[in-house]
């Protein structure tokens, strides 16, 4: 990262916000502050940070909606929710909802560091990748994050989305359930290997003449899924 990154750190307990905003200036990073839901979005909305660190549990209203109002805003900075419960629905709620990562608490600054910069170092390589994707009759907009069939647009979820780029990109892999959920959702993925199923279930359903018999994402028994860019 050749510039200073500007970091918003929405948390609305004053001796933790201190700490991280001491931690991260020392560290490099412009940071601005929030305490609330609103006030994130309206800072995020207004200076557009390169990256947010969020806090779930927020007055006003919670992490999550904060993520969704961005997300639907256009907004793509990486988001790191910070919460204090390791409850597998939140997490899986926050990466719906448009989340990148996840820090529990109590957490070290050197590893919410280590998480920050790999977020960030993905979003600069994303940047660099073609903007367009295509396989059989379907078109992925990297821009615009959207999805078409044969022209039609269909509703795709972010994780949704990022999985199947993740997918056409390393088509005829076979990649272990492992591999995927570490490299689509971060250093560390806090959900179950029947969560990944799940989405993969959900986008063969979108992308796939017959999902029970898939044409481009392929289980391979005892590993995990292989991608196929073969016409449906």
């Not at 909305?45 to 660190?53: G, I």
């Not at 907004?75 to 529990?104: N, S």
């Not at 940047?127 to 647009?153: C, H, I, N, Q, Y």
Request: aromatic share 8%.
């Amino acid at each position: 990262m050749s510039e200073r990154k500007r970091v918003l750190v929405v948390e609305d307990e004053a001796t933790l916000l201190l700490g991280l905003v001491e931690n991260l200036t020392f560290a490099g990073y412009d940071v601005l502050q929030a305490i609330d839901g609103p006030g994130a979005c309206e800072t995020a909305l207004r200076e557009h940070p390169d990256a947010l660190l969020l806090d779930i549990m927020l007055p006003g209203f919670s992490g999550f909606e904060v993520c969704r109002r961005l997300r639907e805003e256009g907004l793509q900075m990486p988001i790191i929710m910070l919460t204090a419960r390791g409850d597998e629905f939140d997490k899986l709620h926050g990466f719906e909802m448009g989340a990148d990562d996840y820090v529990t608490k109590p957490f070290s600054v050197d590893e919410l560091l280590a998480r920050l910069k790999a977020v960030l170092l993905r979003g600069e390589r994303q940047a660099s990748k073609p903007r367009k994707l295509a396989f059989a009759d379907v078109e992925l907009d990297l821009d615009a994050r959207t999805m078409t069939r044969a022209g039609k647009d269909v509703v795709v979820t972010r994780t949704e989305f990022d999985l199947l780029v993740y997918f056409v990109e390393n088509e005829g892999k076979a990649l272990s359930r492992d591999t995927v959920m570490t490299d689509v959702w971060g250093l560390e993925y806090y959900g179950t290997q029947r969560s990944l199923d799940s989405f993969v279930a959900n986008l063969r359903k979108k992308i796939e003449k017959d999902p029970h018999h898939p044409a481009h994402i392929h289980t391979v028994h005892g590993v995990g899924y292989k991608f196929l860019s073969g016409a449906n």
